[in-house]
Nanobody
Framework: QVQLVESGGDLVQAGGSLRLSCAVS????????MGWYRQAPGKQRELVAT???????TYADSVKGRFSISRDITKNTVYLQMNSLKPEDTAVYYC??????????????WGQGTQVTVSS
């Protein structure tokens, strides 16, 4: 059974930093596409960052240069380091795992989310 458990969300002032963690069980993070998404009130869920099995990372334009996604293979955990936070970064942040099942069939798993609130 695949489980993703996020932690690290908090209330922080603009300009501050937070590190989100996603503890994963049931799959190996280095063999799948891991990602962070966020959803603000009244808005659609949006992709923030991904890290692929080979280590390649991608970021939304809105967070480039401020956020960094990484993984710790020994802990099977994915992180999102968020610096220079802005009020518009306020959202529930979700960890995701895109798992290849068979052939080209994939399934995406989600964590329960962690709240990040940035005050101005």
């Amino acid at each position: 059974q695949v489980q993703l458990v996020e932690s690290g969300g908090d209330l922080v002032q603009a300009g501050g930093s937070l590190r989100l963690s996603c503890a994963v069980s049931g799959i190996i993070v280095s063999r799948n596409v891991m990602g962070w998404y966020r959803q603000a009130p009244g808005k659609q869920r949006e992709l923030v960052a991904t890290i692929h099995s080979g280590g390649t990372t991608t970021y939304a334009d809105s967070v480039k240069g401020r956020f960094s996604i990484s993984r710790d293979i020994t802990k099977n955990t994915v992180y999102l380091q968020m610096n220079s936070l802005k009020p518009e970064d306020t959202a529930v942040y979700y960890c995701s795992a895109k798992v290849l099942l068979t052939g080209i069939t994939t399934n995406t798993y989600w964590g329960q989310g962690t709240q990040v609130t940035v005050s101005s």
